[in-house]
């Protein structure tokens, strides 16, 4: 093991903003917690942001890197499609050279593992950090020598201890007004019944609770979704949060399935489940168990939000009857559940142990992660690389940090300021199309041709 601090990079890409909470706690846990120089890397470089072409700062290829870490936001260009995955992969091939232990940190590895797999080969990398049970490596990965590539099982998510004290200053300080909460995007068929369970759940409770005088606040509306600390402070406001394990059953590795399903979507908007899966991924469902718990289902511990959550596995950390109330995955005895939920007798036992058992023990925090992920990599390292001396560069570090936190604010600015400032065109097409309904098209056709060279216009 080091002696010296070991000199870490982390390299991600933002892909939208605003992002959630829980995704910024997990790029910046090896900064908060490692013991070691963590340098940030985002690709998404100038105003093409995610297809950016830009080259790695030649002083990042300077520095003697330990370990290379490829954060779940980075390998997640493969969502974007192939040409975002062709992009970021030219612009990280010079860190091919570097001598450090590489490795990968990919979520939803259920679609696209041929670009992870195509990723971890061109690459050379040497560790995959999975968040699916182990069960299903051989299946999501094939194409991979296994005897060369180390896997290691971790969370897709932990909790932060700055959040943890946030999040008890909140509840002390606000009244729990919602007796039930529930928001997760409206999640497509093909993830398979077990990922659409997350979009049916919310439509039977709804229709059950009709019937039940409760204060309710569910929805599957992306316009809903809470980002930075509104999360926390929604989740503190409820007496109970509905809940499904994170996964898909459904093995969609070059991504046809999802390009399908999009397609017959649009034929067919009002179709049931069991006509898309006919269509599209006939006799697949189940064949996959990619289930994992999700980062809410921690954070509903340190809210003190008792869970109602589908029966499932939850990585044998949550316990049903003892940190949550269970539902039958058929959804049959939700009625019951409710009751229980109206009489709301036994949730401050169940949270206090939930609280107790997953938060105060710190087993699931994120510098317990962060520790785990850095000893990994470690091993994997030679005696002879790792026994060298390297001089620390702070005043390098510090530029990073600062690079790092400006490409978040140049983000901001193309997202949401550059699109606002006025062009010649916020004045041209008001008067082209002014033109038009005045009924001198012809006109405006030559004015068009000689501003923009396009001859077609409507």
Known sequence: MLKRKPKILIVYKCLDYPIRKTIVENIYAFRNYAEADCYYLNLDIGKEMIFSKEPIPDYILKIDFDIILFHYCFIASRWAGKKCYELALQQVLPLKASKAIKAVMPQDEHMGSEFIIDFVNKMDLDIVFSVSPETEWKQLYKGLDFNRVKFHKILTGYLDDKAVKMINKLVKKTKKDIDIGYRARKLPQWLGRHGYMKTLVAEVFKKELNNFNLNTSISTDPNDTFFGDDWYKFMVRCKYMIGVEGGSTVHDPHGDITKNGLEYLKKYPDCTFEEIEQACFPNLDGKLQYIAISPRHLEACATKTCQILVESSFNDILKPGIHYIEIKKDLSNIKEVIEIVS??????????????????????????????????????????????????????????HFMDWLSWKKYFYWQNISPRIPNKWTYIIPMIDFLKYIGLKNAVKKVYVAIKGQKNIS
């Open 343 to 400: 009489d709301d007798k036994k949730r401050q036992k169940i949270v206090d142990d939930a609280y107790s058992d997953i938060v105060e023990s710190g087993q699931w925090s994120y510098r317990r992660a962060v520790k785990f992920v850095i000893e990994s990599s470690l091993k994997q390292a030679t005696d002879p690389y790792f026994s060298r001396k390297t001089s620390r560069k702070i005043l390098i570090l510090k530029y990073n």
